[in-house]
């Protein structure tokens, strides 16, 4: 079954950077894109493909309306949804007063079943297709988590929250508990269709040094295992990890001693990083998820982006949600606009999209399966809307040229722009 899917489309072939390189990107403003099984045959102008398109194929028009791969948000939590727009507390008191008691319902297998429905359909309708997701301590969290993704088809990396020390007794798990929890886990979810396991130790204060040994050592033993954890997000958290490392020399270097670094290995964060832990995170190609409006929210500090871009480390874009605000990579692309700002850089909405797509892709070392509409790639693609929100379609209507829409629209875009979402080429959601 062929299906042709025709708009204005728009993906990356690589970074654009600070001064945009038009190669990095292929937009086509009367463009199609072919899908067959559910993967990308064809992307191109319309009259040509239209021109090819056999007998059969089954015509989707969107013409004024934008086509990307769908968003990668590559550090967000799956049992967070009840912890947004919590107020007044930084990181470890937000843990403390917000976060842990919300976490402490997903022993319950319903709760779980529930909200990691309502967690997927809520990415969708956003435009995101793949993340990298934390959802509990709770084996029967990530069995949830991975059925309720395994019956929408999407791609997607997850794993049990590793948490053995300074946190609740309702939350904690112990070394070899949570070895069994992993490698059963993994024996029955990492491979299966287009899921992955992510082995998850929450942040290093949270787990003993026997636990982060272990994680470890699933790390290198399972093959094609990603993790991702938490890295350098507050400076009491900073503090606090010196006092319960000492040995070592900064919080990433807790992480390479276990031998928690690797291409597969992915941090949300990373705000206060130095020299140092950036030479070491390129050289292990250690990944970043960049999660500006959770950093705001929290009130944690500003990313550098182009310091990690010029020390060779690969970003992605994250929601962080419940820290973040918002699950739509929209708004999270106008926070990273915005932080970046009072850095002094300029994140171009050239450079905003790709790391929202194949940035995140390659951040997540997916980019062999989605992020572009490569020939080959997996078809996820969401198709938005530029007048479904009045002050984008006014701001867009006056713009000179499509960098200011697309400026226009990462700036004030949410998931009202969001029409549909295809995931595999099949239709996954449509606004109502
Ligand atoms: N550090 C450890 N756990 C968390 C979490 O759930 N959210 C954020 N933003 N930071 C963390
Ligand atoms: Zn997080």
């Not at 842990?100 to 435009?127: C, N, W």
């Not at 990298?132 to 949830?144: E, I, N, R």
Request: charged content about 20%; aromatic content about 8%; hydrophobic content about 45%.
């Amino acid at each position: 079954m062929q299906r042709l899917i025709r708009g204005t489309i728009l993906h990356f072939l690589g970074d654009p950077g600070t001064e945009p390189a038009p190669a990095s990107w292929q937009l086509f403003a009367d463009g199609a894109l072919l899908v067959e099984d559910g993967l990308v045959r064809r992307v191109g102008e319309a009259a040509a493909l239209l021109a090819d398109a056999p007998e059969g194929t089954e015509i989707t028009d969107c013409r004024g309306k934008l086509i990307l791969p769908g968003f990668v948000d590559t550090h967000v939590h799956s049992a967070q949804l009840d912890v947004i727009a919590s107020y007044g507390t930084q990181l470890l008191d937000w843990l403390t007063k917000y976060t842990f008691p919300a976490e402490r319902l997903f022993k319950d297998e319903a709760h779980g079943e529930r909200m990691a429905g309502l967690f997927l359909d809520r990415l969708l309708a956003s435009g995101t297709t793949t993340a990298a997701v934390y959802p509990t301590v709770h084996k029967q969290s990530v069995d949830t988590f991975f059925a309720a993704a395994a019956a929408r088809k999407l791609r997607m990396l997850a794993g049990k929250v590793l948490m053995d020390r300074n946190c609740p007794d309702y939350l904690r798990d112990d070394v070899a508990g949570a070895e069994a929890d992993c490698r059963d886990l993994i024996a029955r979810w990492h491979g299966k269709g287009r899921l992955g396991y992510a082995l998850t130790p929450r942040f290093a204060p949270t787990s003993s040094p026997q636990q982060l040994a272990m994680a470890g050592r699933l790390f290198q033993e399972i093959p094609g295992l990603h993790l991702q954890s938490h890295l350098a997000e507050n400076l009491d958290e900073i503090k606090w990890v010196h006092e319960l490392f000492p040995a070592q020399r900064s919080y990433l270097d807790v992480y390479d001693h276990f031998g928690l670094l690797g291409p597969r290995a992915i941090y949300g964060h990373c705000i206060h990083t130095d020299a140092t832990d950036r030479v070491r995170m390129a050289a292990t190609r250690t990944a970043i998820a960049f999660c500006p409006s959770s950093n705001l929210f929290i009130g944690s500090g500003l990313f550098d982006l182009d310091q990690a871009r010029n020390a060779g480390i690969r970003v992605g874009l994250a929601s962080d949600v419940g820290g973040g605000t918002s699950l739509s990579m929209l708004e999270v692309m106008a926070d990273a606009y915005k932080v970046l700002q009072l850095k002094g850089q300029h994140l171009n909405p050239w450079r905003a999209f790709y790391l929202a797509t194949l940035g995140g892709a390659e951040a997540l070392s997916l980019e062999d399966r989605i992020g572009n509409f490569a020939v080959g790639k997996e078809a996820d693609f969401t198709v938005l809307d530029f007048d479904a929100i009045p002050i984008l379609k006014h701001r867009s209507g006056i713009a000179r040229d499509f960098a200011e829409r697309l400026f226009a629209l990462m700036i004030l875009g949410d998931d009202r722009a969001v029409a549909a979402t295809y995931v595999l080429g099949e239709l996954a959601y449509r606004r109502p």
